[in-house]
């Protein structure tokens, strides 16, 4: 599958991609830029100024930076001021800011996707946990690349790139933004496909395109939500021999099926005050309702909506893509996944798997266990971590990425 290869720096990105062209947007598709550090914070100051290529067409009308949105017509909103790198945390060592990265375009189905991959090259050294004293890993020798699919649906991956950290254990880590949002919405010059022409297949083959243009073979897949019902129903499709090349299936905020998820919002809401919740589920002002959609997001998303990774990722979020999905309502069984379920795809499925999941995120307990229990065989294991709502990349960031890592490292033997 033919790809364009666009920027290749060793210093990290401004808000958004395309950030080292030093004004050549109309070049933007075809270039190999190499960027210093002085020309990539010149980019994102320049950015700052003239938002309105990169949010034109992309901002949804739901609360701010919520990633679950509602049905409804974009609106612009203002560009974030400084973007924090790592979406905001605190305790990034420095060399974080300096590991290698690539971009490139994936042609697909008359689109381009877009696709960043990050890490050094293997045996160079470093490490964030060995930097922290969380067991450093030892291991000599290759580590199979991670590949992330992002959920929403239609919310970038943009909001996962605290994973980003994972390369600093000598690993590749691979995202990409699904047709219709994004980066892949920018290089497709503003388009994405139509609402009625949006089928799960699509996904599923655009995954496997991109898989294809970069060559990958052995790898490990994580799924957020939504990209990891993604992960299990294209494994599920796929040959023998594609299924073999992924090592291990890490997991987080997915559910048993798609109606589960929703049962659970439902819950989610009785436990909010009797006014913020009935704003959601009842006609209420608009107004009310994106009050009480932060209200929610805030105690069952992410305890982080100040996240800077999340203005930028809202920014580009499709609301075609979620309607089409989900019907743009989460708290409705609606959309081409109203019926998804894990349990056929999984029992196709043996690779070792991890499902991590927040103390506080929508889904509840039970139904992260329902999911372990769809398992016919294998390793399945499930980690909680605390002080964290659905978004625990952000919320517990340092377990989160303790727990991926130790838990990639083991299932790396083959590759040693």
């Given at each position: 599958m ?12 401004a808000?958004?991609?395309f950030?080292?062209?030093?004004g050549h947007?109309?070049h933007r598709?075809?270039a190999?830029v190499?960027c210093?550090?002085e020309?990539?914070a010149?980019t994102?100051?320049?950015?700052r ?9 992309l901002l949804?009308s739901a ?6 949105c509602?049905a ?10 400084r973007?924090?790198p790592?979406?905001g945390?605190t305790?990034v060592p ?7 990265w690539?971009?490139r375009?994936?042609?697909f189905?008359g689109?381009k996707t ?13 490490g964030l946990?060995g ?5 450093a890993d ?7 690349p991670?590949?992330v699919l992002h959920?929403g649906?239609g919310?970038p991956s943009?909001?996962?790139e ?8 000598d690993?590749?880590v691979?995202?990409?933004?699904q ?5 892949s919405?920018?290089a497709?010059?503003d388009r994405g496909?139509a609402q009625?022409d949006?089928t ?6 655009e995954l496997?395109?991109v898989?294809q243009?970069l060559?990958l ?9 939504w990209g990891?019902?993604?992960?299990l129903?294209a494994l599920?499709?796929?040959?023998e021999?594609q ?8 997991l987080?905020a ?6 589960q998820l929703?049962?659970d919002?439902q ?6 005050p ?5 704003s959601?589920?009842?006609p209420?002002?608009?107004e ?5 959609m932060?209200e929610?997001?805030?105690?069952f998303v992410?305890?982080r909506l100040?996240a800077?990774?999340l203005?930028v ?7 075609i893509?979620?309607a089409?999905l989900?019907?743009g309502n989460p708290f409705q069984a609606q ?5 998804w379920?894990a349990?056929?795809?999984?029992a196709?499925?043996a690779q070792?798997m ?5 103390s506080?995120?929508?889904?509840l307990?039970?139904s992260?266990?329902n999911?372990?229990a769809?398992?016919?065989g ?8 605390e ?6 990349h952000?919320?517990a960031?340092?377990?989160?990425l303790e727990a ?6 083991a299932n790396d033997?083959?590759a040693i």
């Amino acid at each position: 599958m033919p790809s364009v290869l666009l920027n290749e720096s060793s210093t990290q990105r401004a808000p958004l991609s395309f950030s080292c062209t030093r004004g050549h947007a109309q070049h933007r598709h075809s270039a190999v830029v190499r960027c210093s550090k002085e020309e990539a914070a010149l980019t994102q100051d320049t950015e700052r100024r003239v938002p309105s290529l990169h949010r034109r067409s992309l901002l949804l009308s739901a609360a701010a930076t919520l990633p679950i949105c509602t049905a409804g017509a974009a609106q612009s909103a203002p560009a974030p001021s400084r973007v924090a790198p790592f979406c905001g945390v605190t305790g990034v060592p420095s060399w974080a800011f300096t590991i290698p990265w690539e971009e490139r375009l994936v042609d697909f189905g008359g689109f381009k996707t877009w696709v960043r991959e990050v890490g050094k090259k293997p045996g160079s050294g470093g490490g964030l946990f060995g930097l922290f004293g969380k067991g450093a890993d030892k291991s000599k020798g290759q580590k199979w690349p991670l590949l992330v699919l992002h959920g929403g649906p239609g919310l970038p991956s943009r909001y996962l790139e605290t994973l980003e950290l994972l390369a600093g254990q000598d690993r590749r880590v691979i995202f990409y933004d699904q047709i219709g949002c994004g980066n892949s919405f920018l290089a497709s010059e503003d388009r994405g496909p139509a609402q009625q022409d949006i089928t799960v297949d699509m996904f599923v083959d655009e995954l496997a395109a991109v898989k294809q243009a970069l060559g990958l073979k052995e790898h490990h897949v994580l799924g957020h939500g939504w990209g990891g019902m993604l992960a299990l129903t294209a494994l599920a499709a796929a040959s023998e021999e594609q299924r073999a090349q992924v090592q291990s299936i890490t997991l987080t905020a997915t559910p048993p099926s798609y109606h589960q998820l929703v049962t659970d919002r439902q819950e989610r809401l009785q436990q909010l005050p009797g006014s913020v919740g009935e704003s959601l589920r009842s006609p209420a002002t608009e107004e009310a309702r994106a009050q009480a959609m932060a209200e929610y997001s805030q105690r069952f998303v992410t305890h982080r909506l100040d996240a800077s990774c999340l203005n930028v990722a809202s920014s580009g979020q499709s609301s075609i893509v979620n309607a089409a999905l989900t019907g743009g309502n989460p708290f409705q069984a609606q959309g081409l996944l109203r019926d998804w379920q894990a349990g056929p795809h999984l029992a196709k499925l043996a690779q070792p798997m991890l499902l991590l999941e927040g103390s506080s995120e929508e889904l509840l307990p039970q139904s992260t266990a329902n999911l372990q229990a769809l398992r016919p065989g294998g390793t399945c294991t499930i980690e909680t971590l605390e002080g964290a709502a659905s978004y625990a990349h952000i919320d517990a960031w340092e377990p989160y990425l303790e727990a991926v890592n130790t838990f990639l490292n083991a299932n790396d033997q083959q590759a040693i």
